[in-house]
Each structure stands twice: as structure tokens, then as C-alpha cells.
């Protein structure tokens, strides 16, 4: 059976995030109903393409803030709410989706391993690899097939969230380990022509439910002004 976080993880995570400087967007969660039992997204559309994986608020990942206040309005509203990190600002993000794949594609993934940054195993069947920020735009690199850069105004879901398979997401490596420049086994596949991004995570949030939006959409807070190092690629 999964592991399904205690009531709060998410929350405390989310604080954790924000407190090193990472913006942080609630995101919609699965749920289950009827029966036999069926998954489907919190956000209440039929047939969500990305079930428990986008942001709950009217304006997706710019929304996204390190303001403890508005995070806990946030979890107090919805406590069950997914864990997003925004991407381009103090990190980028390589996906990789499920683990078939060719040649080309695992021997990227093992210069991504070897680069020994901070590791997500998803949910999913999936991994994502941390990176120190480089400008590419969110794309779908070239000739990598199931797999996403997250770049300036993309997402990612963090652990300990919830996938639509009942999974949890866990850290193999955490920020604590030092976010190494991408590979450049990585890089040149970001110069070449990029495809459209993976369905799962377009670079920009659709905009959810009127009822959704109205109520993720916590009360005006103070501007907060987000410094976050940015390694410098030697």
C-alpha cells in the first residue's frame, strides 16, 4: 500500500521551501470516487490530462510566493493541496518520464545521475534532476522522448506529493546537496530545435474552475522580494 502523507506534511514541506528562498504553488491533488474506485483531479474537470500535477490559483505558477502567510492560508483551505516549486528562479529542472526509453536517452540520464544534485523520484515512474539555473526557456529537448527541461515560469511537483497512481514523490538527494551545473549532454539537446512541451506540465498554468480560483485566491499580501544565489557555471 502507498504512503499517504500525515495531514500537514505538505504544509510543513511547503514552509520548508519558502524558508530556503523557493516560491511555492499549491497545486491540485487526486481524489477518489465512485465504484468501483476512479481517480480523478481536484480540480473537477473530466478527463484532466495532468491530474494533481497544476496549480490550484487563478494565475498558475505567478502565484507562486515565499510568504508564510499566504502558504498558510493556502494549506488551511486546502490541506490535501500538491506541492509546487517554481522553476528559472533558483533552479531548473530536468524530467524524465517512466523509465522506457533508448540509448540516447539513458546515456543523457546517466550524465544527469553522475551530476549529483538534488533527486526526486516521482510518483510517476519518473525522476527529476536538479539543476542550477541556465535561462533555457521550459522545452521538450531534443530527441529525448518523454522527457522535460522546467526553466523561467514552469513548475515542478515536490515530494511528499501525491501522484494520480496513490504514489508519493520522495527526495533520493535533498536541497541539501549542491545544485551542479547541467551536463552538457543536457545543455546541447536545449540548443537544437525544442519540440512542445510534454502535455503533462505546459511552462504557463490553464486556468482552473471559476470555484477553484475564487477560493485559492487568498487575500492581498505585501510583496516579497526573492533573492535566491545563483551558482555560476565554471
Known amino acids: 500500500m502507498p504512503r499517504i502523507p500525515h495531514a500537514g506534511e505538505r504544509f510543513l514541506a511547503a514552509l520548508g521551501c519558502a ?3 523557493i516560491p511555492v504553488i499549491p ?8 465504484r468501483p474506485p476512479a481517480v480523478a483531479c481536484s480540480c473537477q474537470e473530466p478527463d484532466c490530462p495532468r ?6 490559483t487563478l494565475h498558475g505558477v505567478a502565484d507562486a510566493t515565499i510568504d ?10 486546502f490541506p490535501e493541496a500538491n506541492l509546487g516549486l517554481a522553476t528559472g528562479v ?15 536517452r539513458w546515456s543523457v540520464v546517466a550524465e544527469a545521475l553522475r551530476a549529483g544534485g538534488p533527486l526526486v523520484r516521482t510518483g510517476g515512474d519518473g525522476w527529476h534532476f536538479y539543476f542550477a539555473p541556465t535561462g533555457a526557456p521550459g522545452q521538450r529537448p531534443h530527441g529525448l522522448a518523454r ?14 506529493s501525491r501522484h494520480a497512481s496513490g504514489a508519493v514523490s520522495a527526495w533520493v538527494r535533498d536541497l541539501d546537496a549542491p545544485l551542479p551545473a547541467a551536463p552538457d549532454a543536457v545543455l546541447e539537446r536545449l540548443l ?15 486556468v482552473p474552475p471559476a470555484s477553484y480560483a475564487a477560493s485559492a485566491a487568498a487575500p492581498a499580501a505585501q510583496p516579497v522580494q526573492v533573492r535566491i544565489p545563483v551558482p ?3
Do not use: Y
Open 232 to 234: 555560476v557555471r565554471e
Open 192 to 206: 537544437e530545435p525544442a519540440g512542445p512541451a510534454w502535455p503533462e506540465s505546459p511552462p504557463a498554468g490553464p
Open 27 to 34: 497545486l491540485h491533488h487526486p481524489v477518489t470516487f465512485g
Open 19 to 21: 524558508r530556503r528562498g
Open 90 to 104: 533558483g533552479f531548473d529542472v530536468l524530467v524524465v518520464h517512466g523509465s522506457e526509453g533508448d540509448a540516447v
Open 147 to 160: 522527457t522535460e527541461w522546467r526553466g523561467p515560469g514552469g513548475w515542478v511537483m515536490a515530494p511528499p
Open 68 to 77: 508564510p502567510i499566504r502558504l498558510t492560508w493556502w494549506w488551511r483551505r
Open 51 to 56: 491530474a494533481g500535477a497544476h496549480p490550484m
